[in-house]
């Protein structure tokens, strides 16, 4: 293509005497000779030409996937060339991954879908139909106004209409999605995608964000696999909670390599320049510091919290929606929202920040480290508690949580009398399921919500040190015994 039906009107002649194959070969020398607004021009226009190239590619890719559907068996056009999928068969063609491949195979589906949908001489099908509300996206898509993948990220994001979100309003947020793309990177597109269905839940169905922060939560795990020569290979999925604890770990051990703050005492200057002149590499600092932290873990004497804070965790939510009990937060480094009982829960972890913003975006209040439990104070629960609170709950403390028995928001103090121990599975419960601690003549009980007991019958919360119960046990006949017949 020569490089003059490229390049932007107005520009010098002398800067339009390359074509791209020039371009691509001799950078060193035709690309050194444009002038920047020639070469700011040229990538502009590339970049659209790439656009419109996928924007074919999925066409294709679509009709591709069609002649290859799985009711063909091996006639198929995929299985008949030696490919098990119509993707795998794409991904071959243009040497992508597989995930660019399904990518290109959804939004050629949505793109003729749309067409369809919007054609009024079509008998188009309930499967058109319902994807008409995506034609946004599918319009912008093929006119190169975003990329395949930017089309992609939004409708993946936005999902489908239920009983609470309807077409129109996914419409609404598809036109204004795309409206913003051009000024979005692709992963900040699809942080915005996101956040705009789990606002259209919030409005009609508040509990979809728990729902959906609780599913990928349950898609999380951990897999160790032995390999032949004797190494070990790490796999796992991190829901946006956990991820945020394991990356500030992971980058405070790293961050000298990656680039940080200059104004440093000089301990962290010192600190700093021995990981930068560290032959390790930066991937192996990384798992270095993971096996350390399990190290130092199992060092800790069993009645003891695991370190003096938690790697730090900064909650964002807005003042409105935290003074409400509803709405959605964000952990800062986490492209998911959460729900505002993670944020509530963060407010008495050990090292989580607190940032509370008004509607103007101003902070108008940010987590005080007086709200946390310190070491001792950690210590001290633990030899109390002996673990988890929990009825029935067998965790040690060095897996557990202080929680505050009455919320800091709300005047309870961080001493051990407003303090609790519990696992994170049950100081889940606690924040999002509706169960209750309360003190009862002097004891710790548990009240269950009405989901769980329509009567909502206290349960003990009795310590799990067997010398702190005993004590308590006898105690109680000398308290029967002083008590007026």
């Known amino acids: 293509m020569p490089y003059s039906n490229i390049v932007t009107s107005g520009l010098p ?7 791209v194959p020039s371009l691509m070969l001799f950078a060193g020398s035709a690309v050194g000779q444009l002038t920047d607004d020639a070469l700011l021009a040229v990538q502009s226009r590339l970049a659209e030409l790439r656009r419109r190239t996928e924007t074919n590619l999925a066409i294709l890719a679509d009709e591709i996937a069609r002649r290859s559907h799985h009711s063909l068996g091996h006639d198929g056009l995929a299985q008949r060339l030696g490919s098990r999928t119509p993707q795998h068969l794409i991904q071959q063609l243009t040497a992508t991954s597989a995930r660019d491949a399904a990518a290109l195979v959804r939004m050629g589906s949505l793109l003729e879908r749309t067409a369809i949908a919007a054609d009024p001489h079509s008998a188009a099908d309930i499967s058109a139909r319902t994807q008409a509300w995506l034609a946004p996206v599918a319009a912008a898509v093929a006119e190169a106004r975003v990329s395949v993948e930017a089309g ?3 409708a993946r994001a936005l999902g489908q209409p239920d009983d609470h979100v309807t077409a129109l309003q996914l419409a609404a947020a598809a036109r204004q999605l795309v409206a913003q793309a051009a000024l979005l990177t692709l992963e900040q597109l699809a942080v915005h995608a996101r956040d705009a269905r789990a606002l259209l839940d919030l409005e009609g169905q508040p509990e979809q964000v728990a729902e959906r922060e609780q599913a990928m939560r349950d898609r999380r795990y951990l897999f160790l696999s032995r390999q032949p020569d004797g190494m070990t290979r790490l796999n796992g999925l991190l829901d946006p909670e956990s991820a945020a604890l394991v990356r500030d770990a992971v980058d405070g051990a790293t961050s000298p390599r990656r680039g940080g703050p200059r104004f440093v005492s000089p301990g962290e200057r010192d600190r700093a320049e021995r990981i930068a002149a560290d032959l390790r590499t930066t991937e192996q600092l990384a798992l270095d510091a993971l096996v350390d932290l399990v190290r130092l873990g199992g060092d800790v004497a069993p009645t003891e919290i695991i370190g003096t804070r938690s790697p730090a965790v900064q909650v964002i939510v807005a003042e409105r929606d935290l003074r409400a009990g509803r709405g959605i937060a964000r952990i800062e480094g986490q492209s998911e929202p959460v729900s505002i009982e993670t944020a509530d829960r963060h407010r008495c972890s050990s090292g989580a920040v607190p ?3 008004d509607a103007r975006g101003d902070v108008v209040a940010l987590g005080r480290e007086t709200r ?13 508690d002996g673990g988890c609170r929990f009825p029935g709950c067998d965790r040690p403390p060095s897996w557990t949580e202080a ?19 519990l696992c994170r599975h049950h100081h889940l419960l606690l924040h999002n399921n509706g169960w209750r601690l309360e003190r009862s003549s002097g004891e710790l009980v548990l009240i269950p919500p009405r989901s769980v007991d329509s009567e909502q019958r206290p349960m003990p919360a009795r310590s799990k040190n067997p010398i702190i119960e005993l004590e308590r046990d006898r105690e109680r006949p000398r308290e029967r015994d002083r008590q007026p017949a």
């Not at 946390?372 to 109390?384: D, E, F, G, N």
């Not at 028995?405 to 009398?417: H, K, M, Q, Y």
């Open 13 to 19: 002649a002398a800067d339009a005497t390359f074509d």
């Open 152 to 154: 992609d990220a939004i």
């Open 355 to 357: 940032i509370v913003i």
């Open 372 to 384: 946390l439990y310190t070491r001792r104070q950690r210590i001290a629960l633990a030899a109390r």
């Open 403 to 421: 929680h505050h028995i009455v919320p800091w928001s709300e005047g309870g103090t961080t001493d051990l009398a407003h303090g609790v121990l």
